[in-house]
């Protein structure tokens, strides 16, 4: 069974920083991933989406690498703005049989963006 | 862009009462799912359905209950509510092929069996 660890938990920067989101998983055998953050009270909104033949993927000052045959990826924010204080999560995507994809989700890292 | 959306966005619910929550997706994707968020945890898959009419279990789909007669939208229906199912419910739907797309994701329904 997949488990997902995103390490840390919690992490408070000042504006302006440069920062690394750790995410790891124990089975790579894995289609892709997707970063998501989610604000409070909200749904999740879609980062980025990583394909398993992909070492990068960018977007804007968001920038998410993968190396599946360690079973980690990183999401790397920079230039840091208080907009981007939420909690983000890391699901890698598995087939879990007959053709169903199934994400399975770390519990997130909350960041504190602090102005 | 409506994409995914959820009603009712909250719910109080007695012991043994019944609910369903509504899901609805105007992307045109086959795929779409049902997850339940509990405070410090992970999501957890209930049910999922790769088209119309296919449903199959997830992780946790003891208490649930989903039809999926057309391709826009998926209810989960609770039959006998439970504290254990307090919970927040989100809803999400992907366009998968010949490779699983990204999933989108509804803004949740909040859920109090008390």
């Known amino acids: 069974k997949q488990e997902v660890t995103q390490i840390p938990a919690a992490l408070s920067v000042p504006e302006g920083e440069n920062l690394v989101l750790n995410c790891s998983f124990t089975d790579s055998a894995i289609y892709n991933l997707q970063w998501f953050r989610q604000d409070p009270g909200k749904g999740l909104t879609s980062l980025l989406l990583?394909?398993?033949?992909?070492r990068e993927q960018t977007s804007g000052r968001l920038n998410a690498s993968l190396d599946k045959s360690s079973g980690r990826s990183t999401l790397y924010i920079a230039a840091s703005q208080p907009g981007d204080s939420a909690t983000y999560l890391c699901a890698p995507r598995q087939d879990s049989g007959a053709g169903s994809y199934q994400l399975t989700f770390g519990k997130g890292t909350k960041l504190s963006v602090i102005p | 862009n409506a994409g995914v959306t959820q009603t009712p966005k909250f719910r109080i619910l007695k012991i043994g009462q019944s609910m369903t929550l509504q899901c609805t997706q105007d992307m045109n994707h086959n795929y779409m799912y049902w997850y339940r968020q509990d405070p410090g945890m992970g999501l957890k898959l209930i049910y999922y359905s790769v088209g119309a009419g296919i449903t199959d279990k997830g992780e946790v789909p003891n208490g649930y209950n989903v039809s999926r007669s057309t391709t826009e939208d998926f209810p989960l229906r609770l039959e006998l509510a439970a504290p254990s199912q307090t919970s927040v419910y989100f809803c999400?739907?992907?366009?998968?092929?010949?490779?699983?797309?990204?999933?989108?994701f509804g803004p949740g329904t909040r859920l109090t069996v008390t």
């Open positions: 990583i394909q398993s033949s992909q």
């Open positions: 999400a739907s992907s366009y998968s092929r010949q490779a699983p797309g990204e999933q989108y």
